[in-house]
């Protein structure tokens, strides 16, 4: 089993619509980050969150740090959101490392 | 503020040839992170430099190699190029160590290397 599991694998959506990605992971950590890649191969980092929940625009990023999960809104859905979205968790201590999520591949269509 | 850049964007290379790759971060950021991404596996966590040391590694053969200078800029190094070596390195900077501080990481658009 992964550390970090995301879901839906794959997420086809009409303009507008508000959108949920999911990431649980099984290891305690000191922060969650979500990451946007376009086709092409740049990574944005979106969200790096340690609790609670955060909102960029029309992004909203929210953890529960006992149920181990986080999800990842996006309201008012536009194509220009395509994209795959990644979820990525730092473990403890003075050499965590990030563990990636396989990601979520986003296609908004008109 | 310059971003992150990665040299070269592209690379053919063969099988048993060597090959540097060159980051350079966001200017003030001190940490440096490299990834590999592949279809198969993802994205994978390959080291951290920090003021010119080694401070995290990933679990990579030692054929995986990487350094960092006084002005923050790294490099990674592959020996003995292997056709699985083939993959997107990603470079990311932050202003602090990544696993101490809660600093945003930054990423390069990343160098595309393929081993023929």
């Known amino acids: 089993k992964n550390e970090v599991e995301q879901s839906p694998q794959n997420l086809t959506a009409q303009e507008g619509e508000f959108i949920t990605i999911n990431c649980s992971y099984s290891v305690g950590i000191s922060a969650l980050h979500w990451l946007q890649q376009h086709p092409g191969g740049g990574i944005v980092s979106l969200f790096m969150l340690s609790s609670g929940k955060k909102k960029h625009g029309r992004l909203i990023a929210t953890i529960n740090i006992q149920e181990k999960h986080s999800s990842l809104h996006i309201t008012a859905s536009h194509p220009r959101d395509s994209a795959v979205y990644i979820c990525?968790?730092?473990?403890?201590?003075?050499?965590?490392?990030?563990?990636f999520g396989t990601g979520t591949r986003l296609q908004v269509t008109l | 503020k310059a971003g992150v850049t990665q040299t070269p964007r592209y690379l053919i290379k063969t099988r048993g040839q060597q090959v540097t790759l060159s980051c350079s971060p966001i200017s003030g950021h001190r940490s440096v992170s490299w990834y590999q991404q592949t279809p198969g596996q993802g994205l994978q966590f390959l080291f951290e430099y920090f003021s010119e040391t080694q401070r995290n590694k990933g679990n990579f053969p030692g054929r995986f190699s990487g350094r960092q200078f006084s002005n923050s800029r790294s490099e990674m190094n592959v020996s003995t190029l292997e056709l699985g070596d083939s993959a997107l390195y990603l470079c990311a900077s932050s202003l602090g160590l990544a696993g101490l501080s809660f600093d945003e990481q930054f990423f390069g658009p990343g160098t595309r290397l393929t081993v023929l």
């Open positions: 990525a968790v730092r473990g403890t201590g003075t050499a965590s490392k990030l563990t």
